[in-house]
């Protein structure tokens, strides 16, 4: 049996895909249920919202692919095994200290703003997330990268990473439909600002090659890359981050503002667990409201708003086929905010992310970095480079949302607001 289909005409939902697909899935799926296909020329898509059906597809990865053909499977398969690489857990734990520095550069250069003066939080974050990467995934110390260019500013990379659109693709649609869309051509400000990061990863590589650290990604990449790929692959890694890092931990201070009695519940925790110092890898288990919050973050805010899966042979879920080498599409952002799935989906309430709570859970709701063998590599340093900013950062300092700013999420962004986010910032006592 085939699932419903919404009538419209290919080029209404091609609009819908590119222009504004959030509210276009979560309109389809009021309308047409939890499952529904729709066709782009020969392509059948099939998009999936029941958690159990969704369960069913993570679960099954030797059917439901990344890519539509083993051979891009495979290249996608290789590109990420050295990536992985950089994602053990022993390397993750070795970070934190990185991490837990940068939040507290951060809280130096907060506090040395005029009082009252107004500050984009969102651009705050990307430099302090970029920082950590410059010391991680690149393996490059700071000093030595400013030692070496004295000129380069932190600051213009973090605001070219936003207008330089598709760095890396978290645009799902494009990324895994572009052979059946309009070609995408970036404006003259995307290129020029695309150019700008790829002179950046140039001198991040060359203060790496004065200075190499052996067994890194860096390594390994320069070892065996010619140089341009080398740049691309550091660009790819760039973009990957910063789409992945900056997003939550940036929602995270507009929503504690916006919800006072949930930031004063985690000042107590962090005033009883850390006591004014920063955080490190052992606080991590201690800080379980903290991990609640970033976890609330995540479901309202997901930086990834959609995944996309090849089905390589016929399947049939809740008794609606899913042919041979057609397409499922999952979104987070259609299942975090259902009602069916959350009690009061659109209301900030960490407390749904007790043990108890959890247990309840049916099926996959909830899949911020998606499920299953392809799932994301960077996880756990995404949960704990959060909690470990959050808790370090949030003991001091109390951010105050300017009233009557437009936040509402860029989905080729990974949902960030195209104009950051600005408000004013309380130092507590």
Known sequence: MKAPSPQLAESEIIDGLVKNPLSFFTGLTEKLGDHFTFKIGDLEINFINDPLAIEAVFEDGDNYKKKPDDTSEQGYLGMMS???????????????????????RSVDRIKSLEEGKDLDIFHEMMLLTLEIEIETLYSVNLEHLIGDHPDLDLSEVCRN??????????????????????????????????NYLVNFLKKVIETFKKYPKEKTLMNYLTDNLPEEKLVDTALVILGAHHEVAVPAISRVWQLLSENPEVESKLSTELSTVLSGRAATQEDLKDLKYTHMVMHEVRRLYPCVWMVMRW???????????????????MSQWVSHRDSSHFVDPLVFNPERWTDEAIQRLEGIPFFPFSKGIRSCAGEQFAEMQDALILATMAQSLRFNLESNQDLSPLARRSNAPQLGIRGTVTLKD
């Open 161 to 194: 990473l936003m207008f330089a659109d598709r760095v890396y693709g978290f645009d799902p649609v494009y990324t895994g439909l572009s052979d059946h869309l309009p070609e995408f051509t970036r404006n003259a400000q995307s290129q020029e600002a695309r």
């Open 82 to 104: 050295g990536i992985c690489a950089m994602f053990t857990p022993e390397l993750v734990n070795s970070y934190t200290s990185c991490m837990s520095a940068a939040a507290e």
């Open 311 to 329: 089905s390589r042979e016929e399947r049939q879920i809740n008794n609606f086929v899913i042919p041979k080498d057609s397409v499922v599409m």
